[in-house]
């Protein structure tokens, strides 16, 4: 088997080696415990488990039918469902807290509210991510702790006569199990515009009552890829958020979490999570982008539009009730 040995920047003035690339799968999927690179964002990670998703790319042709609705829609086209969508395979990942300072993504923490007898505590897990299968490239190292996190010794264990070496521990099945309906990832939506693809991956964190109402939250993941030669600059974002209760919200700002990221063809990725609250157990999301490249012109990247759908928590008291 093809192997190569791989160096990468740990600090800014030494280099060191961590193990030996392995060739990337085409078909099958990854076993928990499998060390990797991230193909865009080059840091280091391990899997956990895998999650199955259906993804809805607006990039891949439909039906003419689909084209006319999507176009008479004025841009509320109820989520995207008329787009054909197809499964793919994504992974629930622990990142290298030594690679965090030097990634173009939000490494912080998944956040989720979860069933903690109403309690009003937000959980975050840090150095949590989900990738796609296209992005592992898988590597092999001789350490038996070669990865930097507070997790990887709870969840996995070293066994160097398996492949890959780290098999997980049952705190790891027990963690998957209890926070599921937190960490499951469904639906993946992808739209490309003029050369920047949008990536959204919804995820449902929760609700709490307050002041009489019931407040549903989610998380939403963004990832931004510039796929062409120049370089572009994020300026605006614009939202529209569209309740069940029938509200429809307009959210208009500079830049994204404080940031004005600019995609070049040395950094073209850069991928932020952002939180959004409803008075009702769904609804909808979707918006632009300004950009601007830097040439001068600018236009408006499209935001997919997502679905936020609530779930029930089968442990909650309270779920025989609703």
């Given at each position: 088997?093809?192997?190569?040995?791989?160096?990468?920047?740990?600090?800014?003035?030494?280099?060191?080696?961590?193990?030996?690339?392995?060739?990337?799968?085409?078909?099958?999927?990854?076993?928990?415990?499998?060390?990797f690179?991230?193909?865009v964002?080059?840091?280091?990670?391990?899997?956990?488990?895998?999650?199955?998703?259906?993804?809805?790319?607006?990039?891949?042709?439909?039906?003419?039918?689909?084209?006319?609705?999507?176009?008479?829609?004025?841009?509320?086209?109820?989520?995207?469902?008329?787009?054909?969508?197809?499964t793919?395979?994504?992974?629930?990942?622990?990142?290298?807290?030594?690679?965090?300072?030097?990634?173009?993504?939000?490494?912080?923490?998944?956040?989720?509210?979860?069933?903690?007898?109403?309690?009003?505590?937000?959980?975050?897990?840090?150095?949590?991510?989900?990738?796609?299968?296209?992005?592992?490239?898988?590597?092999?190292?001789?350490?038996?702790?070669?990865?930097?996190?507070?997790?990887?010794?709870?969840?996995?264990?070293?066994?160097?006569?398996?492949?890959?070496c780290f098999?997980?521990?049952?705190?790891?099945?027990?963690?998957?199990?209890?926070?599921?309906?937190?960490?499951?990832?469904?639906?993946?939506?992808?739209?490309?515009?003029?050369?920047?693809?949008?990536?959204?991956?919804?995820?449902?964190?929760?609700?709490?009552?307050?002041?009489?109402?019931?407040?549903?939250?989610?998380?939403?993941?963004?990832?931004?890829?510039?796929?062409?030669?120049?370089?572009?600059?994020?300026?605006?974002?614009?939202?529209?958020?569209?309740?069940?209760?029938?509200?429809?919200?307009?959210?208009?700002?500079?830049?994204?979490i404080?940031?004005?990221?600019?995609?070049s063809?040395?950094?073209?990725?850069?991928?932020y999570?952002?939180?959004?609250?409803?008075?009702?157990?769904?609804?909808?999301?979707?918006?632009?982008?300004?950009?601007?490249?830097?040439?001068?012109?600018?236009?408006?990247?499209?935001i997919?539009?997502?679905?936020?759908?609530?779930?029930?928590?089968?442990s909650?008291?309270?779920?025989?009730?609703?």
């Open positions: 088997m093809y192997t190569c040995s791989w160096e990468r920047i740990i600090q800014r003035d030494s280099l060191a080696e961590v193990g030996r690339l392995g060739i990337p799968k085409i078909e099958g999927k990854y076993d928990t415990g499998q060390l690179l991230h193909r964002f080059g840091y280091r990670g391990v899997t956990l488990f895998p999650w199955l998703a259906r993804v809805y790319d607006r990039d891949v042709p439909n039906k003419k039918e689909d084209r006319t609705m999507e176009e008479g829609s004025s841009g509320f086209n109820h989520m995207g469902r008329e787009v054909k969508g197809h793919h395979t994504y992974y629930q990942v622990l990142i290298d807290s030594r690679d965090c300072p030097f990634v173009r993504t939000q490494t912080e923490a998944v956040t989720f509210l979860g069933n903690q007898d109403n309690s009003r505590s937000l959980y975050a897990i840090p150095g949590l991510d989900y990738v796609a299968h296209e992005d592992i490239l898988p590597y092999t190292s001789t350490e038996s702790n070669p990865l930097n996190h507070e997790l990887f010794d709870k969840f996995l264990m070293f066994d160097p006569e398996k492949e890959p098999s997980s521990r049952e705190t790891l099945r027990a963690w998957q199990e209890k926070n599921h309906p937190w960490l499951e990832l469904s639906d993946v939506h992808k739209e490309t515009t003029e050369d920047i693809r949008v990536t959204v991956i919804p995820f449902y964190m929760g609700c709490r009552a307050a002041q009489n109402a019931t407040v549903y939250w989610w998380r939403y993941c963004i990832r931004l890829e510039n796929l062409g030669e120049l370089t572009i600059q994020l300026r605006e974002r614009h939202w529209r958020i569209f309740s069940l209760s029938g509200t429809l919200e307009t959210v208009r700002g500079r830049g994204v404080g940031q004005e990221p600019i995609l063809k040395s950094q073209p990725a850069f991928q999570s952002s939180h959004v609250s409803l008075q009702a157990p769904s609804g909808h999301m979707w918006g632009t982008f300004s950009m601007e490249r830097e040439d001068g012109y600018t236009f408006d990247c499209r997919p539009p997502f679905s936020l759908e609530s779930k029930q928590d089968p909650s008291p309270s779920s025989s009730d609703s």
